[in-house]
């Protein structure tokens, strides 16, 4: 069934997560495929949809939402979700998810992850800083072990026995995170392996990274 959504942006983690959401949900959607840096961000057109110029975009009914955070919690929120993913019910349930969301989305990703994007692969464009990437990546190693090993040692997922928002993110940091050959726990490792043999993992891999092979080692950023 569809309902008139557009995903605008694919090649890269952040529009992996849009993606990965409407396949868990099963929606059909059509993707335009506008990639970072290749300058279709920056086209009047799509500048007059998000003023940012940034990817992932997604377009439900004449309403426009950008940030992957923000596009997946709205999915999640507004369409029928599967049974076995996680819906909270209680005030305190929503507040966990939402902690989960903004640890995931600042201490793993736009903080040390895209610090290493900026000053490893763009450095051509913003300088290089071994330095910073260094200290970026230990920063990851820290939050990142202090906070997700003890939940995966209680449960399946981050937020329990079901499959949640949370967890697309925090595979789409461990996916960037593979690729810049940082090394996680076994824990974390066997975690990951487990979430890409997810069907909607796989199907969304496809279209998002349509010439690449499904291993989960893609980059991650929005630009």
């Given at each position: 069934?569809?309902?008139?959504?557009?995903?605008w942006g694919a090649g890269t983690g952040r529009?992996?997560?849009?993606?990965?959401?409407?396949?868990?949900?099963?929606?059909?959607?059509?993707?335009?495929?506008?990639?970072?840096?290749?300058?279709?961000?920056?086209?009047?057109?799509?500048?007059?949809?998000?003023?940012?110029?940034?990817?992932?975009?997604?377009?439900?009914?004449?309403?426009?939402?950008?940030?992957?955070?923000?596009?997946?919690?709205?999915?999640?929120?507004?369409?029928?979700?599967?049974?076995?993913?996680?819906?909270?019910?209680?005030?305190?349930?929503?507040?966990?998810?939402?902690?989960?969301?903004?640890?995931?989305?600042?201490?793993?990703?736009?903080?040390?992850?895209?610090?290493?994007?900026?000053?490893?692969?763009?450095?051509?464009?913003?300088?290089?800083?071994?330095?910073?990437?260094?200290?970026?990546?230990?920063?990851?190693?820290?939050?990142?072990?202090?906070?997700?090993?003890?939940?995966?040692?209680?449960?399946?997922?981050?937020?329990?026995?079901?499959?949640?928002?949370?967890?697309?993110?925090?595979?789409?940091?461990?996916?960037?995170?593979?690729?810049?050959?940082?090394?996680?726990?076994?824990?974390?490792?066997?975690?990951?392996?487990?979430?890409?043999?997810?069907?909607?993992?796989?199907?969304?891999?496809?279209?998002?990274?349509?010439?690449?092979?499904?291993?989960?080692?893609?980059?991650?950023?929005?630009?």
């Amino acid at each position: 069934m569809s309902h008139d959504i557009v995903v605008w942006g694919a090649g890269t983690g952040r529009a992996m997560r849009v993606h990965w959401m409407l396949h868990e949900v099963g929606l059909q959607y059509h993707c335009q495929p506008v990639g970072p840096r290749t300058g279709e961000t920056q086209t009047p057109d799509y500048l007059s949809l998000n003023p940012k110029g940034k990817i992932p975009v997604l377009e439900h009914q004449g309403f426009v939402l950008s940030e992957s955070v923000a596009i997946i919690r709205y999915i999640a929120k507004n369409f029928e979700l599967p049974d076995a993913f996680f819906v909270p019910i209680h005030p305190q349930e929503e507040a966990a998810l939402d902690e989960w969301c903004a640890f995931i989305a600042m201490e793993l990703d736009a903080h040390p992850l895209y610090t290493m994007r900026r000053h490893g692969d763009l450095k051509h464009i913003y300088g290089a800083a071994p330095e910073a990437v260094e200290s970026a990546q230990e920063y990851f190693l820290k939050q990142l072990n202090a906070a997700v090993p003890p939940s995966l040692e209680r449960h399946p997922y981050l937020m329990g026995e079901k499959f949640s928002e949370a967890d697309i993110l925090l595979i789409t940091c461990l996916d960037w995170a593979h690729a810049y050959d940082i090394p996680l726990s076994s824990a974390i490792v066997d975690y990951r392996a487990r979430v890409h043999l997810r069907a909607a993992y796989r199907s969304a891999s496809r279209m998002c990274y349509p010439d690449r092979p499904i291993a989960g080692t893609n980059h991650g950023g929005s630009e």
